[in-house]
């Protein structure tokens, strides 16, 4: 049983994704929460003091709320097997990330479980943003000062 | 299938735009006819432009734009090159042009409720500060 | 009004299915997708690409991950094109921190309230 | 007679009584009657998934004890394990129950590699009863080695519901009306460098597809009513098929290849490619299975209970998915 030609009976029987069903309801489900996202965006923008550039703050908060909930319900990791991508992309996935491992780990006391197991999936996240924000900034920087570029 | 090709070609249309003159509002403390003709005249020349308001006020002017969809890439280079146009046209005045969805319709209020003097003023510094803001 | 809807849920939608493409074809797990989205939001930003594609896509750009790095990025140059190269550190939660903080409080709230539930759909 | 890895049990020691508890979920299993107890509580009553799952498995023992009307100081050892870290739930029902225990540890082929063990003690004749099994919950489970249960990852159609059930019986010593172990062929870790830890089926198969060569080939000429696999799923057991199609072994004289992990939600696509965990094979065979055996339907089937023996550190650090299969043969004359 070498491992080569038993990859290729796995291949041919076992089920593949299927990717173009996923790409249409990830389509959907990040179109419609992006569409709620804009819908929010607008009530900001009407009833209080923010500009298209600055309600987008409270709407990512508003958006964080909302998977709060639908996580607490139950009701996010069956949009989850649905939308695939559509859910898990936009910031409601990054929340649900942050929320369903708070959940998780309450069974582990607030410190050590909460405390400890909040960033559990959504660290990466935030590592690599601030890292690659920091080098590119660094490099725009350096190429600015010499005179490569300018703002 | 006939339904959804008739959906997309709307979307086509949409997405081209009308491309009637644009609807431009403006309101003039002074009542200066002129003035108010040449800012209009500089905003229904740019093709790109969809809507605009402008409001005078003693060498003070705000001037908010929306431009159509599918230019809204070029949306930051658009308002630059129209505030250069229109410092151009009113030396003396001190402009400035914003293309926020917001200070649109702050604008459009100012100009309906057609206050005066010094409210008018505290309404228009009020704008100018709120675009300024960045977080 | 109703337009910008429309584009901010094809855009937010194309966006997805890059994602979803991550997902089943390169069969990376979601940190990985994530994290790479991430980090091309703020490659974008350096090159001054997701300023006018937020322009162009209001909550289609901004609702995504990307926009996450692209605001921390944003934050970082705006702040070092005042202090020079110390400005790359400080400026970097300048513009975003609703995203984390938003996430933490309604997390340990979450906490508080809600048990998980093993039921299936 | 002994050959290589393949033991026959002359004591022909018996299963004499076998208990099944499941959670909440489980009723939509066509094999739900024959369930002796379905909790409406996915923590049976706790507070953590982890202490509802060592008290699902002190009940589901108590249960099995209670219906070989023995008491729990009859029992001469525990053999029983789960997967979750260091088998604490199991450890903690064995602290209740008080017996002698030994913790087992073959993934989700514990429920086999128990009983295979415990025919080895009684066949040396120094003890009368022996409680064996495993159980699984899927809450905890899911926890340990995927995502937290809320977080909203999407399975693909290889991927598997880890069931919350346990199955636990008792072997004594021979006796006419119940089914004995007539033998059992020991598995061996068999990795195809399969990575994908959400299509465990096809790491699986090739692990049952070597052990059922094994055992099949040292007893030629024996029919048997079925083989049944622990949690290969739909995928895992249609890939063996595949194998035993394109090998020798289908020349051996068995009527049907089965799988618990596909059967034991039926064809309910939620649950994807079907069931998976210790309790899952556990619950089929100590439950509907014996009380088949008992009413005499079948005379002698093969069960190979399959387990991946992975960690989450282990895939992340870039191993592939090492894979197990016990085999043991029940007769009912």
Redesign the interface.
């Known amino acids: 049983?070498d491992?080569k030609t038993?990859?290729q009976?796995?291949d041919?029987?076992?089920?593949?994704?299927?990717?173009l069903k996923?790409?249409m309801t990830?389509?959907?489900?990040?179109?419609?929460?992006?569409?709620i996202?804009?819908?929010?965006?607008?009530v900001y923008?009407?009833f209080f003091?923010?500009?298209?550039?600055?309600?987008?703050?409270?709407?990512?908060?508003t958006?964080?709320?909302f998977?709060?909930v639908l996580?607490?319900?139950?009701v996010?990791?069956?949009?989850?097997?649905f939308?695939?991508?559509?859910?898990?992309?936009?910031?409601?996935?990054?929340?649900?990330?942050?929320?369903?491992?708070?959940?998780?780990?309450?069974?582990e006391g607030?410190i050590l479980g909460?405390g400890g197991n909040?960033f559990?999936?959504?660290g990466?996240?935030?590592?690599?943003?601030?890292f690659?924000?920091?080098v590119?900034?660094?490099?725009?920087?350096?190429l600015v000062?010499m005179g490569v570029i300018s703002? | 299938m006939k339904r959804k090709l008739c959906a997309i070609s709307c979307i086509f249309l949409l997405l081209s735009g009308c491309s009637e003159k644009p609807k431009v509002s403006t309101f003039h403390a002074e009542e200066d006819r002129q003035e108010i003709e040449t800012l209009e005249k500089a905003l229904t020349d740019n093709k790109k432009i969809v809507e605009a308001a402008g409001v005078f006020f003693d060498h003070q002017l705000v001037v908010s734009l929306q431009v159509k969809p599918l230019s809204k890439f070029k949306k930051e280079k658009i308002t630059k090159s129209l505030e250069k146009e229109v410092k151009s046209l009113f030396p003396d005045h001190d402009v400035f042009v914003s293309s926020d969805l917001k200070i649109t319709w702050e604008l459009n209020k100012v100009i309906e409720k057609q206050s005066e003097g010094k409210e008018l003023k505290k309404d228009l510094d009020e704008i100018q500060e709120l675009a300024k803001e960045e977080t | 009004m109703i337009f910008s809807i429309i584009i901010a849920f094809v855009v937010g939608g194309l966006i997805c299915v890059v994602g979803q493409l991550l997902f089943d074809v390169a069969k990376l797990t979601p940190a990985h997708t994530l994290s790479l989205m991430v980090v091309i939001g703020s490659i974008l930003d350096g090159f001054g690409l997701y300023e006018p594609f937020i322009d162009f896509a209001g909550a289609g750009a901004t609702i995504p991950i990307t926009s996450f790095g692209n605001s921390l990025t944003h934050g970082a140059m705006a702040e070092a094109e005042k202090h020079g190269l110390i400005g790359v550190l400080t400026g970097m939660f300048e513009v975003t921190s609703s995203g984390i903080s938003a996430a933490i409080v309604f997390g340990v709230i979450a906490a508080l309230i809600f048990k998980s539930k093993g039921k299936v759909h | 007679m002994k050959s290589a890895r393949t033991y026959q049990f002359t004591s022909k020691p018996s299963i004499v009584s076998t208990a099944v508890a499941v959670g909440p979920l489980e009723k939509q299993s066509p094999f739900h009657p024959h369930f002796d107890h379905v909790y409406e509580d996915e923590r049976f009553g706790q507070d953590t998934n982890e202490k509802g799952h060592a008290h699902l498995i002190e009940e589901t023992c108590k249960l099995a004890i209670m219906k070989g009307g023995f008491q729990t100081t009859d029992i001469d050892l525990f053999l029983g394990g789960d997967l979750v870290n260091q088998m604490t739930p199991t450890n903690f029902a064995a602290r209740e129950l008080a017996t002698p225990f030994m913790g087992m540890f073959s993934a989700c082929a514990t429920s086999v590699s128990s009983l295979i063990t415990a025919s080895f003690f009684l066949e040396s004749n120094q003890m009368e009863r022996i409680l064996f099994g495993s159980a699984s919950q899927h809450n905890s489970v899911e926890r340990q080695f995927r995502y937290p249960i809320e977080y909203g990852a999407q399975k693909p159609p290889t991927g598997q519901w880890t069931v919350t059930g346990a199955g636990y019986g008792i072997l004594s010593h021979n006796q006419s009306d119940k089914p004995y172990v007539h033998s059992a062929t020991i598995g061996q870790v068999i990795d195809c460098e399969c990575t994908d830890p959400l299509d465990m089926g096809s790491a699986m198969a090739p692990a049952a597809f070597d052990t059922i060569q094994y055992h099949l080939s040292q007893n030629k000429g024996t029919a048997y009513d079925f083989v049944m696999t622990g949690d290969l799923g739909k995928t895992g057991l249609a890939i063996l098929q595949e194998l035993i199609r394109t090998s020798g072994v289908s020349s051996y004289l068995v009527d049907n290849y089965r799988d618990s992990g596909a059967e034991f939600y039926g064809n309910d696509d939620k649950f994807l490619s079907g069931a998976s965990g210790s309790g899952c094979s556990a619950s089929v065979y100590y439950g509907p299975i014996y009380a088949e055996l008992l009413k005499k339907q079948w005379k002698k089937i093969l069960l190979v209970a399959t387990g991946a023996l992975l960690s989450p550190l282990s895939f992340q650090q870039g191993e592939s998915i090492p894979c197990i299969a016990h085999a043991v043969e029940l007769t009912m004359e």
Request: glycine share 12%.
């Open positions: 049983m491992a038993y990859q009976t796995v041919q029987i076992a089920p593949k994704r299927p990717v996923n790409c990830a389509f959907l489900t990040g179109g419609i929460i992006c569409g996202g804009q819908i929010v965006s607008f923008m009407y003091p923010f500009t298209e550039r600055t309600a987008s703050n409270p709407t990512v908060s958006m964080v709320f998977a709060m996580t607490g319900l139950g996010y990791k069956k949009i989850g097997q939308g695939g991508a559509g859910s898990a992309v936009p910031v409601t996935g990054f929340g649900n990330a942050v929320i369903s491992a708070a959940i998780e780990h309450k069974t607030f909460v909040m559990k999936l959504a990466s996240v935030i590592v690599y943003g601030v690659s924000a920091f590119v900034a660094l490099i725009k920087t350096i000062q703002w």
